[in-house]
């Protein structure tokens, strides 16, 4: 438990190093959903508390973990997948009308 | 004990996560990508989160690579 | 306990086969390490739903067995084009 | 001689600032022992009040089953959008085929994929899974049809036209199962109010009415996320 | 009792020993067919011994009975999957000069490729 909130931290940092100074623009969805399984990695943490266990009660269980966030992680798990395939639907159609996917030079191609 | 497993297993997620973000050829970083939700589901199971896990290698591990990998061979054969 | 030497000592071949996907020398080298290090991390799964003792954690084991399939099957259909040509793009 | 980039230089230097205030958060809100009103309630009460095992699926389908709906409109409004937005031209790795010996022990696996998905549906209120992982399961079945014997063959079974109509009757379905709440006495989409047969907790006939709205949400998630593999793969 | 965790911890080491044959045949092999010769069969290897010795450990339980539905499934995909890959290593022309092309002539003859 020690080193899950550092790598949450640098996870995070890495990919918006990414989206902030890659030229392609795959590579900035990757930095995007690799920031949305930290966040899931955060989600799932904060819910864990020592010696407990998973929230399904087949038999009474003393220390259960949390089951609030794992819901609500269930739901953004979902939703990335979604967002994702958008973005790429949007890379697509930005590659068919500019036949690059360097996002510098579509900016100077526009107007 | 499994304090040691959840450091090893954070390690390799960090590895995966730079190899994914700063290779060179972009469909090294697709493949990547994929062993790093790998790992991202390990963690969860000894977060004792299973549903979360679930979903998790469902949708990230298995659908999200094929999208990526169809967007660039279209985007790579319109010449 | 002797379960979790046996996790430490599969991650340890995962680790080692992070090599072949860290410098392959080509993109199907990594595929041939996915594919080894997706199965090894199959089989930690299966032995952590051992050592919680929970027949519940099997199934994401069997899940991601069955996703690990499609996936590699994906990228070999990739390589497998015929009009491909020999670089990549960046 | 190489030139120092100054963009790279100031967002390295951002973005380690960002990551120290982030470790800074985090810590503060890991540090205290929160207080769980909620998740004691959830855990001490939830299987007499819902008669579901599965305390995550008695969050996302009785709790806060609003937010369910929400997230279901989210992919129904990326399917929408995927399909409207992109044109049509075909995607050179389909042309391929595989061997035959692949193609037969595709035909082995399919049963299988069928089963687990079916499992995890049935099983949401016992066991991980639920209507979500069942149905990526599905459009997972779809992708490899699609890879394996091609878009043809998918589309002569299942056109776009069809995968459609499945999707809007589990959206429907599942606003109707909703609306037994309002019939019932209590308020939009609360299961366990309605007491249409609680059963006994930890058999499979129980949990109410969240089997039926697991079902529901799984033909939506698995037809739309093939709505959006077919739309992106589409060629003419 | 004794002779169930003996067998049980053969089968583990066994397998073990199987991954460890796959990382080194990653790690040194000069070639990808050699490479992809080694992996796909201890891979296979390796996850069976240690998931039978799972099953062998726990006796018969929901558990068990779940692990060898796996077990079948690793049996049929595996093999699929190098077998999948290796063709298409080969039809994208990835071959070192230490490769004898005996499938040449088999492809010059007829181009569909089954």
């Known amino acids: 438990m020690v080193l899950v909130f550092p790598a949450i931290a640098v996870l995070i940092s890495m990919g918006i190093y990414a989206v902030l100074t890659q030229k392609n623009m795959i590579r900035i969805i990757i930095g995007i959903s690799i920031v949305e399984s930290a966040i899931i990695l955060l989600l799932g943490a904060i819910a864990y508390i020592p010696e407990g266990v998973a929230p399904i009660l087949d038999q009474p269980y003393d220390t259960v973990v949390d089951p609030l966030p794992q819901a609500l992680g269930l739901t953004a798990v979902v939703i990335n997948a979604s967002t994702t395939a958008i973005m790429l639907a949007l890379v697509i159609k930005l590659y068919n009308r500019y036949q690059t996917l360097d996002i510098h030079e579509i900016r100077k191609l526009r107007g | 004990m499994i304090e040691i497993i959840l450091m090893l297993l954070i390690l390799l997620l960090v590895a995966s996560a730079a190899i994914a ?3 060179k050829k972009l469909l090294n970083s697709i493949i990547t990508l994929s062993i790093f939700s790998a790992l991202l589901v390990i963690i969860l199971i000894i977060f004792q989160a299973p549903d979360l896990a679930l979903a998790e290698a469902v949708i990230a591990a298995g659908i999200t690579t094929s999208f990526f990998i169809i967007t660039i061979n279209k985007t790579e054969g319109v010449k | 306990m002797q379960l979790t030497f046996l996790i430490l000592i599969v991650l340890f071949c995962a680790a080692i086969s992070f090599y072949r996907l860290l410098s392959g020398p080509h993109v199907l080298d990594r595929i041939a390490a996915i594919n080894a290090i997706g199965i090894m991390l199959l089989t930690v799964l299966v032995i952590l739903g051992s050592f919680y003792e929970r027949a519940l954690f099997i199934d994401v084991a069997l899940v991601y067995g069955v996703l690990l399939f499609v996936d590699v099957l994906v990228m070999a259909k990739y390589f497998g084009s015929p009009d491909k040509t020999e670089e990549e793009n960046q | 001689m190489k030139k120092i980039n100054f963009d790279k230089v100031f967002s390295f230097i951002l973005v380690s600032l960002l990551g120290l205030f982030i470790l800074r958060v985090l810590y503060s809100v890991a540090g205290e022992e929160a207080a769980r009103f909620t998740a004691d309630h959830y855990i001490n ?66 049963p299988f994929l069928w089963i687990i998905s079916i499992f995890l549906i049935a099983y949401g209120h016992l066991s991980p899974g639920g209507g979500f992982s069942g149905g990526v399961i599905i459009s997972a079945i779809s992708i490899l049809i699609i890879f394996t014997y091609g878009y043809r063959y998918m589309t002569r079974r299942f056109n776009v036209k069809k995968l459609s109509l499945i999707e809007d009757i589990g959206a429907l379905a599942f606003l109707t199962i909703g609306l037994a709440g309002i019939i019932a006495g209590g308020t939009f989409l609360a299961n366990s109010q309605v007491g249409i047969y609680p059963g006994t907790p930890g058999e499979l006939l129980s949990g109410g009415l969240m089997p039926l709205s697991n079902f529901a949400v799984a033909a939506k998630v698995g037809t739309g996320l093939s709505v959006i593999f077919l739309s992106l793969a589409r060629e003419d | 009792m004794i002779i169930q965790d003996i067998l049980a911890g053969f089968l583990m080491i066994s397998g073990v020993i199987f991954f460890l044959t796959t990382a080194i045949a990653l790690l040194r092999f000069p070639d990808f067919f050699s490479r992809m010769h080694a992996a796909s069969k201890c891979l296979v290897g390796g996850g069976i011994s240690i998931i039978f010795g799972l099953i062998i450990q726990e006796g018969i339980s929901p558990l068990s009975l779940r692990l060898l539905l796996l077990i079948i499934f690793l049996l049929i995909t595996t093999p699929v999957v190098g077998h999948a890959l290796t063709r298409s290593a080969y039809q994208y022309g990835y071959l070192s000069e230490m490769v004898q092309d005996d499938m040449k002539d088999l492809k010059a003859g007829n181009d569909s490729n089954d």
């Open chain 2, 21 to 23: 973000l700063f290779s």
């Open chain 4, 45 to 110: 009460f939830g299987v007499e009040e819902t008669s579901a095992i599965n305390i995550v699926t008695a969050i996302l389908f009785d709790y806060r089953a609003f937010d369910t709906l929400g997230e279901a409109t989210v992919i129904f409004t990326a399917a929408s959008v995927v399909a409207l937005l992109l044109p049509r031209h075909e995607a050179s790795m389909l042309k391929t085929e595989f061997t035959p010996v692949v193609q037969q022990s595709i035909a082995f696996v399919l």
